[in-house]
């Protein structure tokens, strides 16, 4: 059992300033995976002769930012991302917890995957946009940008086209959060200490475990999505698609059929890569973002260390430290004489 407490010290927007920051820089910084990931997942003819020719392959054919191909969309979806899952998580945490303010492990990775599901379906539409700015080929691009591929999918295929995929998206979650929880009920057991004796180090490398076991269980749910996502009639060779299929089901069978089981997996290793250097670089910079908060809320002496502002009672929200140093500062004002009045 595990005791839910956030940092009370930082405001709700300050904290989804920090997450929407961390993230939208760790995603800039591993596009190019992500891009590669989606490639070989949706199967273009970039990913015929493996990973590596397939990135310069498509540098040669679209140019270097080609590589980032659909960031910018997967960095404006971020925010009411987090701001729905952190919204739908504290709502679900709570409903979750017993009479103490306690909550399961077990409990607490559901209801950030069932938080994760509704942001999702919220913000699905994007997660489409994204995939099909990435197979397009910017030198003859079928969309010029992320309003025109959204306004040009719904009057050409409809609004059942912006959810294309969801069902796998949504099953996804269930592989997801068995590969999560199994891996963290085992983290005591590995490291020989509680949980809540981790080192910052530890918390890192027990989340990219995490991540890497949950999204290598998940995969084939995800590679399904972006061929749904990908494949059109209204897009050159059917988005690049490389095989063709009716639904959800037909398309594990088609790509079992065509490519084999290995197939569900293509793209897993851009992937995994990805995963250090995207926790990594969030995880640092949403500590750093934090500490700016902190030091402008007053609470350290400056966001180069966590050394703590002497006086101060950590324990207060920022609004009510505000209040208190109020009065303070008053009490150490000059009066205005009755002559100066």
């Excluded at 995939?131 to 691009?141: F, G, S």
Aim: charged share 20%; aromatic share 10%; proline share 5%.
């Amino acid at each position: 059992m595990a005791t839910w407490r956030r940092d009370g010290r930082v405001t709700a927007m300050q904290r989804l300033g920090c997450a929407g920051l961390a993230g939208a820089l760790s995603l800039s910084l591993t596009a190019p995976l992500e891009l590669l990931t989606v490639l070989a997942q949706v199967g273009t003819w970039h990913c015929r002769r493996g990973l590596r020719d397939a990135g310069r392959s498509l540098c040669r054919a679209e140019g270097v930012r080609a590589l980032w191909k659909g960031n910018l969309t997967a960095c404006l979806r971020l925010f009411p991302y987090s701001a729905l899952q952190l919204a739908a998580s504290r709502r679900l945490v709570i409903l979750f917890m017993d009479e103490l303010g306690r909550i399961s492990h077990w409990r607490a990775i559901m209801a950030g995957s069932l938080a994760g599901m509704v942001a999702t379906v919220v913000t699905y539409p994007t997660d489409v946009i994204k995939t099909r700015l990435i197979v397009q080929n910017l030198l003859e691009p079928s969309y010029k940008g992320i309003l025109h591929a959204l306004f040009k999918i719904y009057h050409q295929e409809g609004l059942l086209a912006l959810y294309r995929g969801v069902s796998p998206a949504l099953l996804g979650a269930v592989p997801f959060s068995a590969g999560s929880f199994f891996v963290y009920i085992s983290l005591d057991k590995v490291w020989r200490e509680p949980i809540i004796h981790f080192t910052p180090l530890q918390n890192f490398i027990n989340g990219c475990v995490a991540a890497g076991v949950a999204q290598t269980l998940s995969f084939p749910f995800e590679t399904v999505k972006r061929k749904m996502q990908a494949q059109s009639p209204w897009l050159p060779h059917y988005g690049g698609v490389d095989v063709h299929f009716t639904g959800m089901a037909d398309c594990f069978r088609q790509t079992m059929k065509y490519k084999g089981v290995l197939g569900l997996w293509s793209g897993l290793t851009p992937s995994l890569l990805k995963i250090v250097p995207y926790f990594g670089v969030m995880f640092t910079t949403f500590e750093f973002c934090k500490r700016v908060c902190l030091y402008r809320n007053g609470y350290i002496e400056s966001p180069l260390n966590y050394k703590l502002t002497p006086g101060v009672d950590q324990s207060l929200q920022p609004q009510e430290l505000r209040e208190l140093k109020l009065p303070r500062r008053e009490n150490f004002e000059p009066r205005k004489s009755a002559l100066e009045n």
